[in-house]
């Protein structure tokens, strides 16, 4: 699956972004999740969103603010974000896992399909 990420852009502290991930199959085959890319810093889980199920999992630096969706019928998944931090600003990516139910979590290694990246600045 080829996944495109979308939606970046500037934005000040306290404004809201939705990025989108549209894939070339089917969505609901896969967990997919959104890392994010600090300059200087390692690539770090955001939110994930199972399949079938529908379950989210955030990290916590973004829970209650971020909320990560899917349409399956746009064989896409979304990346609400809001009350935005300067400490959100990375290159935002996508990712798609194969992975078991039980197995997915928020490790990169268990994603074998990833987007481009989309870049989030928020100044403050």
């Known amino acids: 699956v080829q996944l495109q990420a979308s939606g970046g852009g500037p934005v000040q502290a306290g404004d809201s972004l939705r990025l989108s991930c549209a894939a070339s199959?089917?969505?609901?085959?896969?967990?997919i999740a959104w890392f994010r890319q600090a300059p200087g810093k390692e690539r770090e889980f955001v939110a994930l969103i199972r399949r079938g199920s529908g379950t989210a999992s955030y990290a916590d630096s973004v829970k209650g603010r971020f909320t990560i969706s899917r349409h399956n019928a746009k064989n896409s998944v979304y990346l609400q974000m809001n009350r935005l931090k300067p400490e959100d600003t990375a290159v935002y990516y996508c990712?798609?896992?194969?992975?078991?139910?039980?197995?997915?979590?928020?490790?990169?290694?268990?994603?074998?399909?990833w987007g481009q990246g989309t870049q989030v600045t928020v100044s403050s």
């Open positions: 199959g089917r969505t609901s085959n896969y967990h």
């Open positions: 990712a798609a896992s194969t992975l078991a139910y039980s197995a997915v979590s928020d490790s990169p290694l268990g994603y074998k399909y």
